[in-house]
C-alpha cells in the first residue's frame, strides 16, 4: 500500500478513537462544553470519516482505471494540508464567542477545503482515460 494511503489510515483511526473518547465522555459526565462537541463531531467527519475516504481512495481508486496517482507530491502535500486543517480548526474553532476573533477557524475552514479540492483534482487526473500504448 503507498505510504500516503497508509498515513490517511493511521490518522483515520486515531481521530476515531479520539472522536469515541469524547464522545464517551459526554456519555459518563454532566459537562456539556460546546467547543468539545463541535470537535467530537468533526473529529468523526473530517478526521474519520473523510481521512479514511482519502486513504481508500488513493490506494483504490486510480487502479479501477489502471493509472497511478497523478500527482504523487500533491498527495503528500494534502495529508499534510488536512491534518493541519483539521486540528487548527477544531482548536480553534469558538474562539469569537470568547471576545477572539474568528479569522482562525475561518482560516483553517478554508485550509480544509483546500485540502479537498487537492484530492478532487488528483483524483479526477488519476481516472481519466488510460493512455493507449
Given at each position: 500500500?503507498?505510504p500516503?494511503?497508509?498515513?490517511?489510515?493511521?490518522?483515520?483511526?486515531?481521530?476515531?478513537?479520539?472522536?469515541a473518547?469524547?464522545?464517551?465522555?459526554?456519555?459518563?459526565?454532566?459537562?456539556?462544553?460546546?467547543?468539545?462537541?463541535?470537535?467530537?463531531?468533526?473529529?468523526?467527519?473530517?478526521?474519520?470519516?473523510?481521512?479514511?475516504?482519502y486513504g481508500?481512495?488513493?490506494?483504490?481508486?486510480?487502479?479501477?482505471n489502471?493509472?497511478p496517482?497523478?500527482f504523487?507530491?500533491?498527495?503528500i502535500?494534502?495529508?499534510?494540508?488536512?491534518?493541519v486543517?483539521?486540528?487548527?480548526?477544531?482548536?480553534?474553532?469558538?474562539?469569537?464567542r470568547?471576545?477572539?476573533?474568528?479569522?482562525?477557524e475561518?482560516?483553517?475552514a478554508?485550509?480544509?477545503?483546500?485540502?479537498i479540492?487537492m484530492f478532487?483534482?488528483?483524483?479526477?487526473?488519476?481516472?481519466?482515460?488510460?493512455?493507449?500504448?
Open positions: 500500500m503507498d500516503v494511503a497508509k498515513n490517511f489510515i493511521r490518522m483515520s483511526v486515531i481521530y476515531f478513537a479520539i472522536a473518547t469524547i464522545g464517551a465522555f459526554f456519555m459518563f459526565s454532566n459537562i456539556h462544553r460546546n467547543q468539545l462537541y463541535h470537535a467530537h463531531t468533526h473529529l468523526m467527519l473530517l478526521g474519520w470519516m473523510s481521512m479514511m475516504i481508500v481512495g488513493y490506494h483504490i481508486l486510480p487502479r479501477f489502471g493509472n496517482v497523478a504523487p507530491k500533491l498527495a502535500i494534502h495529508f499534510w494540508v488536512a491534518n486543517a483539521l486540528i487548527g480548526f477544531v482548536s480553534t474553532w469558538g474562539i469569537s470568547y471576545g477572539g476573533s474568528k479569522i482562525p475561518q482560516a483553517f478554508v485550509l480544509n477545503a483546500i485540502g479540492f478532487v483534482t488528483n483524483m479526477l487526473m488519476s481516472i481519466r482515460k488510460p493512455k493507449e500504448d
